[in-house]
């Protein structure tokens, strides 16, 4: 049985989106999936949206073998209430699978299931979570973390993502790939793959420089040089400089290499191109320079990030 904990301000699609995909996965390996969504106070619940679920109470979740805490705007209150934080440690003690999406992992980390883990939550609570709970191994850009029987997933849709890793485990691949498809979720994406875009971290990537920056990133086997790009928005070089770094936080060099970090670090990941290859299709040149650059953002060299992916 697969056991859904939502709350007041649940944000829905925590809930729906691992729903839809367990529920599609138990028809295409024709064993359908009991799921059951449980609360602390039964009844209607609702999300942060407005719209409602109908919520069991938690015994209805006393066999459950796994189970899938949402996040949401409500989840500070859900991570305060005993009766919740007793439940979620009570179905770790026996030995359930427990995760999170998204900002769901503050309930978990409440509960002192995340204390020396490994695990991840929405990007835009990193500083939050990190200070409140120190003794956790926050891999703050994962989609999603799998630490033993705890996994934490990221923001929203990366419930997805996890609910496919955990189909992938309890009926295989094949199923996985099929359920996957039939969402329509282009491809399966591996835990270790990051959960936002180079472009989003930049303090206006809607701005100005925008065109230029989409430019960059279909030419990324070029120099790209300050010149080069100055050139191309009609610039001097020193007044592009100075008005790139103040429109977008950092240096034209620094963000053409985290383009290239980006892109880099999904194709190393992701299929089984030569380190060297990829180093030199994307503007590094040197593999020793991109080396030294996965270290500097990743903490790891490309190998190291491709080990990791392929174990994820």
């Known amino acids: 049985m ?40 039964p009844g209607e619940v609702r999300s942060s949206s407005g719209v409602a679920m109908l919520a069991r109470g938690l015994k209805a979740a006393s066999g459950a073998d796994t189970l899938i805490v949402a996040g949401g705007e409500g989840v500070r209150t859900a991570a305060r209430c005993k009766q919740t934080l007793a439940f979620v440690r009570a179905a770790a003690r026996r030995g359930c699978r427990v995760a999170s999406v998204c900002s769901g992992a503050y309930v978990l980390a409440e509960a002192g299931l995340l204390d020396g883990r490994r695990a991840t939550t929405h990007w835009r609570r990193t500083r939050h979570f990190v200070a409140s709970y120190p003794n956790v191994k926050l891999e703050a850009d994962r989609i999603f973390v799998r630490d033993g029987d705890i996994w934490t997933s990221a923001g929203i849709t990366a ?16 199923v996985a790939r099929a359920a996957a498809r039939h969402l ?35 030419h990324l086997d070029q120099p790209l040089t300050v010149e080069t790009m100055a050139e191309r928005v009609a610039m001097s070089t020193r007044h592009f400089a100075r008005a790139f770094q103040a429109e977008t936080g950092v240096t034209p060099s ?23 290859t990829v180093a030199r299709s994307i503007g590094f040149r040197d593999p020793e320079r991109m080396r030294r650059a996965f270290i500097r953002a990743f903490g790891q060299p490309p190998q190291a990030v491709r080990r990791a992916a392929r174990a994820a």
């Open 184 to 218: 329509v979720v282009q491809d399966r994406r591996s835990g270790g793959q990051s959960q936002f875009s180079t472009l989003l971290e930049l303090k206006t990537p809607e701005g100005r420089f925008a065109p230029l920056l989409a430019w960059a990133r279909e």
């Open 2 to 41: 697969i056991a859904i904990l939502i709350f007041p301000d649940f944000q829905l699609l925590d809930a729906a989106g691992p729903i839809s995909a367990f529920e599609i996965a138990g028809r295409i390996a024709q064993r359908p999936a009991s799921i059951k969504v449980v609360s602390v106070t």
């Open 159 to 174: 419930g997805i993502d996890l609910a496919l890793a955990m189909i992938a485990d309890d009926l295989g691949d094949d």
């Open 254 to 276: 620094k963000a053409i290499e985290r383009l290239r970090l980006e892109v880099a670090r999904q194709r190393v990941q992701s299929g089984r191109e030569a380190i060297e």
